[in-house]
């Protein structure tokens, strides 16, 4: 039996390193009439639609010509459990936790919740173009398995892990060092490297646990050196101040990280926002990754993130909504608050750079770039078709754009999930429909 082929015809995108700035045209490709050959969920050439669609005759062609056709995005700070927390009022980072975060993390516990919140979740992702994310789930096992089971039945590449956390929050939210490294163990057995997934090993941050548990966490890393971790930074002045005083022998905050043995190229530190001198050293030697998100570090008023400086440092950072503090799923959106962010320390965030960090900056950020964020042959098949011309406003200001550069900033600025026509899931089709009916059955 032969495999059905796949040939998306349009115009093609993708980067092949990190553009230094504006000029750099050897850091992408980009094809005015171009296609993507799909077989397996993979793909097995990028090229001409000419060429191509002579080479693969059996193909299926669908044709997303005037759209440009880019790698998935990837969201490389989320947390899942947080759907139904975005745009809560008023607070800054801890009273936000206490206040709306942890309560509503509690009904994680229940498996129908989870699992309900896990078929919206991986909706929402998809709707807007983000095709892998990196999540925290809730404390409670179920959480963890709603959230791998709906991304293997989507056959999605997705990070993910229990969060650790035995104090300083609800009892329904406690878990105990013990309990969480077993829990762990048992979810990264079950789940790292079934079908597309990854383990992140997930202390949530040094507040919510103790000295014995990020020794359980630091045991994890230690013996699952496969698996991803990822924690919170240095968001805000008043966690700064409480982790000082709960980790009073630490040099700084991520000295208290570094001494449990749990920086390694494969960790994602969610803010790093107000670091040290030290603290930026450490970054740079162990290649921890700093992970910017810019929409939640101005809606709880947290700071502002020295991209440059951290990148002068050669230290890779990525770049993540952080939902349900961030403000949107958009990956556009992200970058259009993360250029704001950016420009307030007279620092640029380029379209070409802004387009290459969310594909395969991040997929490299994560270790993954032969395998997404690029359109290169034999990686999965995860695509999204972009339309600069989704809204009247984005259409008219259209009119007077003359480069691939000015089309992608408009995307980057006005952009959100109506400019996501199509996406593509391992070669699969997922985007919802206007009318908000699923595309595909799954
Ligand atoms: N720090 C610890 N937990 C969280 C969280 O859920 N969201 C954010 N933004 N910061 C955190
Ligand atoms: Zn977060």
Same mark, same amino acid.
């Given at each position: 039996?032969?495999?059905?082929?796949?040939?998306?015809?349009?115009?093609?995108?993708?980067?092949?390193?990190?553009?230094?700035?504006?000029?750099?045209?050897?850091?992408?490709?980009?094809?005015?009439?171009?296609?993507?050959?799909?077989?397996?969920?993979? $793909?097995?050439?990028?090229?001409?639609?000419?060429?191509?669609?002579?080479?693969?005759?059996?193909?299926?062609?669908?044709?997303?010509?005037?759209?440009?056709?880019?790698?998935?995005?990837?969201?490389?700070? $989320?947390?899942?459990?947080?759907?139904?927390?975005?745009?809560?009022?008023?607070?800054?980072?801890? =009273?936000?936790?206490?206040?709306?975060?942890?309560?509503?993390?509690?009904?994680?516990?229940?498996?129908?919740? #989870?699992?309900?919140?896990?078929?919206?979740?991986?909706?929402?992702?998809?709707?807007?173009?983000?095709?892998?994310?990196? #999540?925290?789930?809730?404390?409670?096992?179920?959480?963890?398995?709603?959230?791998?089971?709906?991304?293997?039945?989507?056959?999605?590449?997705?990070?993910?892990?229990?969060?650790?956390?035995?104090?300083?929050?609800?009892?329904?939210?406690?878990?105990?060092?013990?309990?969480?490294?077993?829990?762990?163990?048992?979810?990264?057995?079950?789940?790292?490297?079934?079908?597309?997934?990854?383990?992140?090993?997930?202390?949530?941050?040094?507040?919510?646990?103790?000295?014995?548990?990020?020794?359980?966490?630091?045991?994890?890393?230690?013996?699952?050196?496969?698996?991803?971790?990822?924690?919170?930074?240095?968001?805000?002045?008043?966690?700064?101040?409480?982790?000082?005083?709960?980790?009073? =022998?630490?040099?700084?905050?991520?000295?208290?990280?570094?001494?449990?043995?749990?920086?390694?190229?494969?960790?994602?530190?969610?803010?790093?926002?107000?670091?040290?001198?030290?603290?930026?050293?450490?970054?740079?030697?162990?290649?921890?990754?700093?992970?910017?998100?810019?929409?939640?570090?101005?809606?709880?008023?947290?700071?502002?993130?020295?991209?440059?400086?951290?990148?002068?440092?050669?230290?890779?950072?990525?770049?993540?909504?952080?939902?349900? #503090?961030?403000?949107?799923?958009?990956?556009?959106?992200?970058?259009?608050?993360?250029?704001?962010?950016?420009?307030?320390?007279?620092?640029?965030?380029?379209?070409?750079?802004?387009?290459?960090?969310?594909?395969?900056?991040?997929?490299?950020?994560?270790?993954?770039?032969?395998?997404?964020?690029?359109?290169?042959?034999?990686?999965?098949? =995860?695509?999204?078709?972009?339309?600069?011309?989704?809204?009247?406003?984005?259409?008219?200001?259209?009119?007077?754009?003359?480069?691939?550069?000015?089309?992608?900033?408009?995307?980057?600025?006005?952009?959100?999930?109506?400019?996501?026509?199509?996406?593509?899931?391992?070669?699969?089709?997922?985007?919802?429909?206007?009318?908000?009916?699923?595309?595909?059955?799954?």
């Amino acid at each position: 039996k032969t495999v059905q082929r796949t040939l998306l015809r349009g115009r093609i995108l993708d980067f092949n390193a990190a553009p230094r700035d504006e000029n750099d045209t050897e850091a992408y490709n980009y094809l005015e009439d171009g296609a993507i050959l799909i077989s397996n969920g993979q $793909i097995e050439a990028t090229g001409e639609f000419a060429p191509l669609s002579a080479y693969a005759q059996d193909a299926e062609v669908i044709d997303h010509r005037p759209n440009l056709l880019m790698p998935g995005f990837i969201d490389t700070h $989320i947390h899942f459990p947080q759907v139904q927390v975005i745009a809560s009022w008023g607070d800054q980072l801890l =009273d936000w936790l206490n206040n709306y975060t942890f309560p509503e993390e509690t009904r994680f516990a229940e498996q129908a919740h #989870a699992e309900n919140m896990a078929s919206h979740f991986y909706d929402f992702l998809t709707n807007h173009g983000t095709t892998t994310a990196v #999540a925290y789930c809730s404390v409670h096992s179920t959480s963890v398995e709603a959230y791998f089971e709906e991304a293997a039945r989507r056959n999605m590449c997705m990070i993910g892990g229990k969060v650790m956390m035995d104090r300083n929050a609800p009892d329904g939210l406690l878990d105990t060092p013990q309990s969480s490294y077993d829990d762990s163990k048992a979810l990264i057995k079950k789940w790292h490297g079934q079908g597309r997934a990854h383990y992140a090993i997930t202390p949530r941050f040094a507040i919510t646990s103790t000295p014995e548990q990020l020794e359980m966490a630091g045991a994890l890393v230690s013996e699952h050196p496969e698996c991803f971790v990822q924690t919170h930074l240095s968001e805000n002045h008043d966690e700064i101040a409480f982790t000082a005083e709960l980790y009073p =022998d630490a040099p700084d905050y991520l000295g208290v990280y570094e001494h449990y043995g749990l920086l390694t190229p494969k960790m994602l530190l969610g803010h790093s926002i107000h670091l040290t001198e030290r603290e930026i050293d450490v970054l740079a030697s162990t290649q921890a990754k700093p992970v910017f998100c810019p929409t939640s570090n101005l809606f709880l008023g947290s700071g502002l993130f020295d991209d440059a400086g951290l990148s002068a440092r050669g230290i890779t950072n990525a770049i993540a909504t952080d939902v349900g #503090a961030g403000t949107s799923y958009s990956m556009l959106q992200t970058l259009n608050e993360g250029y704001k962010i950016l420009q307030l320390q007279n620092q640029k965030l380029h379209p070409l750079r802004a387009f290459h960090w969310i594909t395969r900056g991040n997929a490299a950020a994560l270790g993954l770039e032969d395998k997404i964020g690029t359109l290169a042959p034999g990686t999965d098949a =995860d695509i999204v078709v972009l339309n600069a011309n989704a809204t009247p406003e984005m259409a008219l200001r259209m009119e007077r754009a003359e480069s691939l550069s000015e089309e992608l900033f408009i995307l980057q600025i006005l952009g959100d999930d109506r400019s996501v026509d199509a996406v593509y899931v391992a070669g699969r089709e997922m985007k919802q429909t206007a009318n908000g009916a699923a595309a595909p059955s799954l």
